[in-house]
């Protein structure tokens, strides 16, 4: 399976033409309308459809007579029966190309309904893993309002088996969108947990692919530029959501980040990521965001140089400062962008008696696939999760002792934490 994942180093990677800024999503229905599509689906969720982010794309589609569905009943992290659901709706209507709108959830569904409505006798659990498609995906256009996965320029799909608790992951480059709209303005209403969540899993995906050992000197470009627009816009795109140049700047870094993850793959954030969401639903970016400053604590021997580097990127240091203070103030500045934007520090669904079955999954994954830049041992990454379980619960204070202190329930009922930012599905 790795030797699969090291021929994503050298197969050609297509990329999407991308149209950038305010109103580019009316711009790609101006665009696509002239493609000669028989009939459209355009795949969403209902959150985006309420709030009207649909509406410059389909009147652009309308006025260029072009025919179109569309399917919005994506939910986060789309699980195998909704997907189906879309491929049997795509069929009804006779579609021959799909519109994704929306979050990684709604892109990624739509590349697994792209590639099962081109493989009819695969099940998609069958398209999971590296280029299990023989045919290439039906053609896909691709409008992110979260900033973010990057999938707009991704090899992969990440959907939800609900049987297993398990996400699973379609790679195949012919799935990478035709054409993408990086449109600020759909971005202004994102909330702010989920803005800080999916920027971090942005930030994520730079770090990841520039300390691994697949980087090239293309993707750390694109990964050190990334860094440095998600340290200098993501405060602001959390604080104040409608600033069109600080979300522009976050859909442009998380294209980068994309760019630069989709060859030089991530590692074991996302690898225990994966496990979260999987077994408790987590939002992605939110298990990565908890997890990320540990990886990099661990992984700081071994990645002193990178992490120096982005260090000055991010802005947090110069490059006349020694190589590791460097690298600590990189970490740093993580721990504290997370803090500043409400990313808690712990996830609450988190059970100690997990924790093995987890760090397993999660081993499996990255080292059947990630180029991770040191090793962590079973032992090891079962320590790394047990630091973002909730806080224990505190000692009660001595008191005098009445029946009810020493009633041994009561006393050791558990003192519930206080995150800073909610843990629970966005909706
Ligand atoms: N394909 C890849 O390369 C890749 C990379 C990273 C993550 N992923 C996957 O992507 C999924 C997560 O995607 P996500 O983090 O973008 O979240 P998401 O698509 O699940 O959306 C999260 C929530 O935000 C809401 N939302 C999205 N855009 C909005 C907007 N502009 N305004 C208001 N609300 C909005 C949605 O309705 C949803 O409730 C996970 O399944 C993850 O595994 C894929
Ligand atoms: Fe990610």
């Not at 995906?137 to 297993?164: F, H, K, L, N, Q």
């Not at 980040?257 to 999987?278: D, K, L, S, W």
């Not at 965001?289 to 991010?314: D, G, K």
């Not at 999760?385 to 009633?407: D, F, G, M, W």
Request: some cysteine; overall charge positive; glycine content about 8%.
């Amino acid at each position: 399976m790795k030797g699969a994942g090291k021929l994503l180093r050298f197969v050609p990677i297509p990329q999407p033409t991308l149209l950038v800024g305010a109103g580019s999503s009316g711009r790609l229905g101006q665009a696509v309308a002239g493609f000669g599509h028989t009939k459209l689906l355009i795949v969403t969720d209902a959150v985006i459809s309420k709030l009207g982010l649909l509406k410059d794309l389909t009147d652009a589609l309308t006025a260029g007579g072009a025919s179109f569905v569309v399917f919005d009943e994506i939910t986060p992290d789309a699980p195998i029966p909704l997907i189906e659901k879309g491929i049997d709706f795509y069929r009804e209507h006779d579609c021959d190309a799909i519109v994704a709108v929306g979050g990684g959830s709604s892109m990624d569904a739509s590349k697994a309904i792209a590639v099962s409505i081109a493989n009819p006798r695969k099940k998609l659990r069958g398209l999971a893993g590296y280029f299990k498609g023989l045919n290439a995906a039906i053609p896909i256009y691709a409008i992110p309002t979260t900033a973010g996965t990057g999938s707009e320029v991704t090899v992969a799909a990440v959907i939800a088996d609900p049987e297993r608790h398990s996400k699973l992951v379609i790679v195949d480059p012919r799935m990478v969108p035709k054409m993408a709209a990086l449109d600020p303005a759909l971005c202004t209403g994102l909330p702010a947990p989920i803005t800080a969540a999916t920027g971090i899993d942005a930030l994520t995906h730079a770090v990841e692919a520039f300390i691994g050992n697949w980087a090239t000197p293309h993707t750390d470009g694109l990964a050190l530029s990334a860094v440095g627009l998600i340290f200098e816009n993501l405060r602001t795109a959390c604080k104040q959501g409608t600033d069109l140049q600080a979300r522009e700047k976050m859909l442009l870094a998380s294209t980068y980040a994309g760019m630069a993850f989709t060859r030089a793959n991530v590692g074991y954030v996302h690898a225990i990521a994966h496990q979260f969401g999987g077994r408790y639903h987590t939002p992605h970016g939110l298990a990565n965001a908890i997890v990320l400053p540990h990886v990099l604590r661990f992984s700081l021997p071994n990645v002193s140089e990178r992490l120096a580097q982005l260090a000055v990127r991010a802005r947090l240091g110069t490059d006349d400062e020694r190589e590791d203070v460097l690298a600590q103030k990189f970490i740093d500045g993580v721990v504290a962008l997370e803090r500043d934007i409400g990313i808690p520090t712990h996830l609450d669904a988190l059970k100690e008696a997990d924790i093995p079955a987890l760090a397993k999954a999660a081993l499996f994954e990255a080292h059947t696939g990630y180029p991770v830049p040191r090793y962590l041992t079973q032992r090891g990454c079962e320590d790394l999760i047990r630091l973002v379980l909730p806080a224990r619960p505190t000692k009660p204070a001595p008191a005098t002792p009445t029946a009810e202190a020493t009633t041994p329930a009561k006393a050791k009922t558990p003192r519930k934490r206080k995150p800073r930012a909610t843990q629970a599905q966005p909706e």
